[in-house]
C-alpha cells in the first residue's frame, strides 16, 4: 500500500462524508431499496480522482444499484462540488467501487457456523 499524504487523507474523509451525506439525503427508493454505504474514499495523490468504496445491502442487487450510481456520477459529482467548493480547487472525478468486505464478513459467518 503506498502512502498516502495527510492532504489526502484528510480530503478522502471529507469527500467520504459528504458522498454519504448526499447518498443518505436520496433515499433508499433512489438506489431500488437497498441500504448504500459509503465505507471508503482513496484520493490520487494529485487529489483530481476519488476513488469510492460502497457497500449495498442486500448485495443481490449490487449490479442494478451500482449501475444507478454510474449513471448519477455526473450529478453527485456536481452535488459533491458544492459542498467541497471552499476546500478543493477541483472537485475530483468520482470512480465507484464495490466493497464487499461485508460478503466476505457474511461467508465467513457462514463457514463459522457449519
Same mark, same amino acid.
Given at each position: 500500500m503506498e502512502n498516502?499524504?495527510? +492532504?489526502? $487523507? *484528510?480530503? @478522502? *474523509?471529507? &469527500?467520504? +462524508?459528504?458522498l454519504a451525506e448526499i447518498i443518505r439525503s436520496k433515499g433508499m427508493a433512489t438506489f431500488d431499496g437497498a441500504m448504500v454505504?459509503?465505507?471508503?474514499? +482513496?484520493?490520487?495523490?494529485? $487529489?483530481?480522482? @476519488? *476513488?469510492?468504496?460502497?457497500? &449495498?445491502f442486500p448485495s443481490e442487487k449490487v449490479k442494478g444499484v451500482m449501475e444507478i450510481i454510474e449513471n448519477a456520477n455526473k450529478q453527485l459529482r456536481g452535488e459533491l462540488g458544492h459542498l467541497v467548493a471552499k476546500q478543493l480547487r477541483i472537485v475530483p472525478e468520482l470512480a465507484f467501487f464495490v466493497d464487499d468486505s461485508l460478503d466476505y464478513v457474511e461467508h465467513i459467518d457462514e463457514l463459522l457456523k457449519k
Open positions: 498516502e499524504s495527510t +492532504r489526502q $487523507l *484528510k480530503v @478522502a *474523509k471529507q &469527500i467520504q +462524508r459528504d454505504t459509503v465505507s471508503g474514499v +482513496r484520493m490520487s495523490p494529485d $487529489l483530481s480522482l @476519488a *476513488k469510492v468504496y460502497v457497500s &449495498i
